[in-house]
């Protein structure tokens, strides 16, 4: 009897580590969740109707010859209807109207961020993200629908999704404290850089699909990837090795030996007070603000740079808009390895190595954004720079991403959605800082106010975590245990 494709697949998987298959999904959930995240940026551009603005070459050309841009009684060139490409239908919808759009992902996003962590802890985490990435391929199915409906309804659309998207990370990082050895973590954790790739792909795509096949294409094929790579998570993923259907016994002992007594076999009930008054959860949670504010704000503002300020037709912006992503994505697994091999050889302490790749995951992507203030109008030199600043923070896996399976592993994914329910919080802030700053022009001396603030709040958080971060376990791990037994523990995570 011939098997079937998939039945051949699944066979085919089990020969691999099963840790692996982990680490793959880990990848492709984290993927496909970015692609229904960010093709909005890039697809409300073709909804709209066209921003009839001078462009920073327009202004470069008046100043140039002693004129003053902002006089009204100036006629400059707009596009005409034979210059506006038919993407599908044109929604007259405002600079405001779009920053709302783009904001409403991370309004719904807040919602189950926060409990996420405590759900997956209780329930599981593979059915948890399942479920989530079913429905929000079918909300992005729906986007074209809804948009005939009104701006509103798109609204409400993308903050459902946002809502299914709230537990991803945090039902991952729980997943994450299960799976993975202590000295693979950071490979573990630079497997959620998929969402990085799913920006880097979806750009570039949903630019060629629009300009090919209109936009509402771009909201469908997204939607059928999401699907499929469901049906394999909900084939391969257990909730641990101990649940796992497949596995092979040694590497099973192997992960629940290396783990040790760090994950409690019973439901424990998160210690919410001595949580959120924990100084060293209370420095990583200012840390993973400045680095989300730093990774939302381009993710929701840099297709509308390029496209507005430096001049890039839709599909270039969207190639050149992903290219920090690949940066980030690339440089994340060259430092979690990185920083696993200087954990395994006991090269410096835990927290030393925390501390230490604060330098480039947040303080060197500041700087650069100093550096983009002055760069001219250069475009090519604009997303260099742009791309190196997000490139340094794939550093982020050894710092922010990983601290709080440092703190408090039996309650990783609880702390990732306290901190992801904050830090998400930029993701409507900054669109709406960028809605103020542009509201009458979209140029270079406008943006670089948003680049100064982009900055300070990259650099700000690494002081305050090198001061007052940790990566100890807490003694609020297991609430139950010896005060002897815990600072035995501590001292073992600490070397």
Same mark, same amino acid.
């Given at each position: ?100 759009? &783009?904001?409403?992902?991370?309004? *719904?996003?807040? $919602? @189950?961020?926060?409990?996420? %962590? +405590? #759900?997956? =802890?209780? /329930? !599981? ?66 497997? &959620?850089?998929?969402?990085?790739? *799913?920006?880097? $792909? @979806?750009?570039?795509?949903? %630019? +060629? #699909?629009? =300009?090919? /096949? !209109? ?66 959860? &209370? ?15 381009? #993710? ?22 992903a290219l920090p992503y690949l940066a980030r ?42 550096? &983009? ?96 971060g940790s990566a100890v376990v807490q003694k ?20």
């Open positions: 009897m011939v098997l079937n494709p998939l039945k051949q697949m699944i066979k085919a998987a089990d020969h691999i580590p099963t840790r692996l298959n982990i680490g793959i999904m880990l990848f492709l959930s984290c993927f496909v969740s970015y692609m229904l995240r960010v093709n909005m940026s890039v697809n409300l551009l073709a909804m709209v109707q066209p921003v009839q603005k001078m462009n920073q070459h327009a202004l470069t050309l008046l100043s140039s010859n002693g004129t003053n841009a902002n006089d009204t009684s100036i006629s400059v060139p707009m596009p005409t209807a034979s210059t506006v490409h038919n993407y599908g239908p044109r929604y007259n919808w405002s600079s405001h109207d779009q920053s709302v759009i &783009l904001g409403a992902y991370f309004y *719904g996003y807040l $919602v @189950t961020s926060l409990p996420a %962590g +405590v #759900l997956a =802890e209780r /329930f !599981g985490p593979r059915n948890l993200v399942g479920s989530s990435l079913a429905v929000s391929a079918l909300l992005t199915a729906l986007t074209p629908l809804a948009a005939t409906y009104g701006m509103w309804t798109v609204v409400v659309n993308r903050a459902a999704l946002g809502i299914c998207g709230g537990v991803l990370y945090p039902a991952l990082h729980n997943l994450v404290s299960r799976w993975a050895p202590p000295d693979e973590k950071g490979k573990f954790v630079s497997a &959620l850089m998929g969402g990085t790739f *799913g920006t880097v $792909v @979806t750009w570039p795509l949903v %630019g +060629v #699909l629009i =300009e090919t /096949f !209109g936009w509402s294409f771009a909201f469908y094929v997204p939607a059928v990837i999401t699907a499929i790579v469901v049906t394999f998570w909900l084939i391969i993923v257990a909730d641990s090795p101990a649940k796992h259907p497949r596995i092979q016994k040694e590497e099973q002992d192997y992960i629940i030996k290396s783990l040790g007594d760090t994950i409690s076999k019973q439901n424990l009930l998160p210690p919410v007070l001595k949580m959120v008054t924990s100084l060293p959860f &209370l420095a990583l949670l200012v840390l993973h603000f400045g680095n989300l504010w730093g990774l939302y704000f381009l #993710l929701t503002a840099a297709p509308k740079f390029m496209s507005e300020v430096l001049g890039f037709k839709l599909a270039k912006a969207g190639f050149l808009a994505a690339l440089a994340a697994f060259g430092f979690g390895s990185i920083g696993d091999y200087l954990r395994k050889k006991s090269v410096f302490s835990v927290t030393t190595i925390r501390k230490s790749f604060c330098l480039f995951s947040h303080i060197i992507p500041g700087l650069f954004l100093v550096g &983009l203030i002055y760069a001219g109008f250069d475009p090519y030199v604009c997303v260099a720079i742009i791309t190196l600043s997000l490139g340094f923070n794939g550093a982020s896996t050894m710092t922010n991403l990983q601290n709080s399976q440092d703190l408090a592993p039996n309650f990783a994914g609880t702390l990732y959605g306290i901190i992801n329910f904050v830090g998400t919080t930029s993701g409507f802030i900054s669109p709406m800082l960028v809605a103020h700053f542009t509201a009458q022009r979209s140029t270079m001396d406008e943006w670089q106010y948003v680049f100064a603030i982009g900055a300070a709040a990259y650099i700000i958080p690494a002081v305050v975590f090198v001061l007052f609020w791990n297991e609430p139950g245990q010896s005060e002897s037994k815990q600072t035995t523990k501590q001292m073992q995570e600490t070397y």
